[in-house]
């Protein structure tokens, strides 16, 4: 029997110019990234905020993938709003501005259907605000925690105390050293587990991904894309694969994780090879499937 | 039966500062870190020049190693010696000096007892003299091919004419990109095994290694470390316990090369953990059996 599971973030459009062309008003947001990579896998429960001016259109997709948008809120005033422009070196980015719009006043009220979901992901947002929503949820199973380094820098203390309610973090090499003073992966990796937090993933963009935790650490590679087009939402939709994996699991073992791993990645490099949400949306389980055993295999002797 | 395995390349002394300490007069060059981390696994027939200042003390370290010095020309003048400062990250360094010495005159001659030396390491030297190598072998049954920016700018004619000579080459993504021009790591791999190359080694430093060959890409993690020291050496290393265990194997097939870029990424971070050659000295073959048996595992599920 599948998990169901529960994502709180954001909403967005996204204004893209990539070296292959541009998008605007293009889908955007982290739980609407995490939401259709997590879909291939389990049910999603999804908690977040749009302006009045998001469309009709933007919901069907997130119904053709049997996500619940009933945590949806709908409210008067603009969508959040992201431009960015990527160079030629698609790991370099500007962002052009950041339109908070309604998602400043976001304030996360979770549907009482939702509470009992076994299954829980904390979006990059305030950790003020990933612990209003931990404080409305019984007892998760499984709760994994994004971030970033604006909070760990402005709102260090609030995440210091949101982080041993978790299960995992996501975070990539340089949000680690800022978190820990750590100037090692090891070491930063030591610190964390130390204050009780039982997994990490690093994300590491074009090297690929590891989980720490007690039982070692587990590497896995990105897969190689002969031509990335937009990396806007990868890390987003390879924590949805990531997750979304994880309710499929009947125990979440450290052997669940590690296939989570080699999921999320998957789900990321599908995410990047192409405009904002398509690569996620033109997709299916087989797909998903011969890219996770070719993975597997460039790794294996 | 073992195979032996020809190297050609620096013997330096190297002084150098980290944020750890310094090393004065350390021994170094690629030949040196390449035939001590091969003698690991493989008998090594070594070809390179020092000065007459280079110590006895240095012959007997590369002695008790078993390696054959009988093609190191000892010359009037002094030896060749870098300086080189680290920065707290270690990725990031500063060359002090480069006083090629004897070095700037190097003209390889192999030894009549070493031409039938069944593998071939060309170290990182001017490509004419790679080919004026090539040229002085039968039929070597595998050659490998190592460069850097510097020769892939000033001598980009001579290293087309050596590659299609050699069975494989190392390099890391950045000359990858210098060499074939392609804006990603797929496209410059097609575009060197279209050449006819068989198979090449990206280096990417702590990211790992990748084997890449028309059966496809095998990826290693870099052993992780909670203490580096001292990363000068580490690719010569890495290459070192590359071709030492193909010297190993019955055949040189995809298999084999695939086991031995483990065990460059392990002996790549022995010598990462010490100053100069010492991580490289103090080692057996319990440890490094060991650290392949961890390093495998951080990729098995």
Redesign the interface.
Known sequence: MKKSILVVGSVAFDDIETPWGKRFNALGGSAVYFSLAASHFSHVNFVGVAGNDYPDGALAVLHRHGIDTTGLKITDGLTFRWGGRYH??LNQRDTLYTHLNVFADFSPKIPTEYRTTPIVFLGNIQPALQMAVLNQLPRPEFIGLDTMNYWINSTRAELMQVIPKVNLLVINDSELAELTGA?????GLKFLHELGLQYLIIK?GE??A?LSSAD??????AF?????VDPTGAGDSFAGGFFGYLGTCEHIDY?CL??AV?YGSVLGSFCVENFSVDGLVNLNQQKINTRYRQL????E?
């Open positions: 030629q070196d100037d090692n992966l090891l070491k590491r090297y690929g590891i070692g650490l587990f590497y896995t590679p190689p894309l002969e031509m990335p052997a590690k296939k080699v597997r295999q460039m790794v002797i």
